[in-house]
């Protein structure tokens, strides 16, 4: 008992308990996203807060800190499907270490479906003991051990997709199962110092980890019944846990899911396909408005790298997964990845995009919810045969607006964005930098800019708006 109170008393002391603290005190109220852009001002036009409209963002999200921007790493299913074990999982770690990956942000290592074998007697899930040998808890060790997240899958239902237990009605004990791996034991270099002696405390492991939430064997019960108490329970356990609600848009969770979770699955899943993709980016497109720091929609997980797709193709996936505020989850193998999906998934200009650039006071104490603009871009227009001639679009920090043509037709075409399309007064000079070639383009342009693009191919700019009337708001 002696040993637990003066345990518990330094680990109040560390600076880790301290963040924590003040991190969940964070306000729920969410700022505008568009505040700064006043209309008609800084060259904007009157249309421009109603093209990129976020009026159906929260005005309360979950807000248990996390997912201020949309979330980041890779995810098992799309490449490995039930194929995984423990040293798929530690090999993933190594290498979005050696490659890089992890430096520009994908840092949670989520294991998707078939980790689970059964639920013993004592009603916890066991993991499966042919694939997973150490167990999960020596897995997420191993994880947190290289400075990364692990994130894990479970399902509202009976059962998970893959007919491996689901948590319906045990929601409690298996969030107190996943919080419990996450728990680190440490040698306290404080309690050393104050007490005189090493301790063995528990304290939160290093940053946050993550839940996929499914939706087979559901039962017939609504999501909005069966999401919320998993919710619950994992903020009952005093850890904070990403949250990703993956009901497959069945019950538009756009409209609901903001005060459940983190993010939330808004279409059917993704295969390696152009005709997936560029099916689920239109889904998704619907609800650009009711995104933003929190709470993100999620079109499902990256195809890059695993085969289905042309280069430009991938290109295009990757680029407009980035515009619209997407989880950037890697599906491939990232053990073997060739040249040409390495440049597509290391792109940092492209991340850019997806993960803005967060305000150095943004960042813990200060406004948590950001001082920064941070908008889903969308399809602002479309022209050629079903509107296969595109222009994709958001506004970023800065008076920049990240734009995206995207060719889905099958010729090379020229497309043009207008500037009444991007809500710009015509008069407006902005500079164009290209995020594919790493290359400013163009200076001024004033009242529209087009390039030619290939056949499926998905060229990427960031505007740079100078203002019209020389007067910053
Ligand atoms: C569902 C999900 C997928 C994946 C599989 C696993 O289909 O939508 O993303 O998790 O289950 O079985």
């Not at 500079?431 to 383009?441: E, I, P, T, Y």
Request: hydrophobic share 40%; charged share 20%; glycine share 10%.
């Amino acid at each position: 008992m002696g040993k637990k109170i003066s345990c518990h008393f330094v680990v109040f002391l560390t600076c880790s308990s301290l963040l924590c603290v003040l991190k969940v005190a964070v306000a729920g109220r969410v700022v505008p996203l568009l505040q700064g852009y006043e209309k008609g001002s800084y060259g904007y036009s009157r249309s421009f807060n109603n093209i990129f409209d976020t009026s159906n963002y929260g005005t309360v999200q979950l807000n248990n800190g996390l997912a201020r921007t949309p979330q980041m790493g890779w995810n098992s299913w799309n490449f490995f499907a039930c194929n995984i074990n423990e040293t798929v999982i530690k090999e993933t770690a190594d290498a979005l270490i050696s490659t890089g990956l992890a430096k520009l942000g994908y840092v949670y290592v989520n294991i998707d479906d078939c980790w689970c074998s059964i639920r013993d007697l004592k009603g916890q899930l066991v993991p499966d003991s042919k694939t997973f040998p150490s167990g999960i808890k020596a897995l997420a060790d191993y994880v947190h051990g290289k400075g990364l997240k692990l994130g894990i899958y479970s399902d509202a239902g009976a059962f998970t997709c893959q007919v491996r237990p689901g948590s319906l009605f045990h929601e409690k004990d298996d969030a107190e199962l996943f919080a419990s791996w996450f728990i680190k034991y440490h040698r306290n270099k404080w309690a050393l110092k104050l007490v005189g002696h090493s301790l063995h405390c528990p304290i939160p492991g290093k940053g946050v980890d993550y839940l996929k939430y499914d939706n087979c064997f559901n039962l017939g019960i609504k999501p909005k019944e069966r999401y919320p108490p998993m919710r619950d329970a994992l903020n009952e356990t005093g850890r904070t846990i990403f949250y990703a609600i993956c009901e497959w848009g069945v019950d538009d969770p756009a409209l609901w899911a903001d005060k459940v979770g983190n993010s939330w699955r808004t279409t059917d899943d993704i295969n390696d396909s152009w005709a997936s993709m560029t099916t689920i980016a239109d889904l998704n497109d619907k609800w650009a408005s009711y995104a933003g720091p929190g709470g993100w929609n999620d079109p499902d997980m990256l195809e890059v790298g695993n085969g289905g797709m042309t280069y430009h193709e991938y290109r295009a996936h990757f680029s407009i997964w980035a515009l619209m505020k997407a989880p950037l989850l890697i599906g491939c193998d990232v053990r073997n990845m060739t040249a040409e999906t390495i440049e597509i998934l290391t792109n940092e200009e492209v991340i850019a995009v997806n993960q803005g650039e967060v305000h150095p006071l943004s960042v813990g104490l200060l406004g948590a919810w950001g001082v920064f603009h941070f908008v889903e871009g969308r399809k602002v227009y479309s022209s050629g045969t079903d509107g296969c001639l595109q222009v994709w679009a958001g506004p970023l920090s800065g008076h920049r607006i990240v734009v995206a043509f995207w060719n889905r037709c099958s010729k090379a075409a020229t497309i043009t964005a207008g500037w009444d399309a991007l809500g710009l007064e015509s008069s407006t000079s902005v500079s164009v930098r290209d995020l594919w070639q790493h290359k400013d383009v163009v200076e001024d342009a004033v009242a529209s800019f087009g390039a030619r693009v290939d056949a499926h191919d998905c060229q990427i700019f960031v505007f740079t708006v100078h203002s019209a009337y020389h007067s910053e708001i």
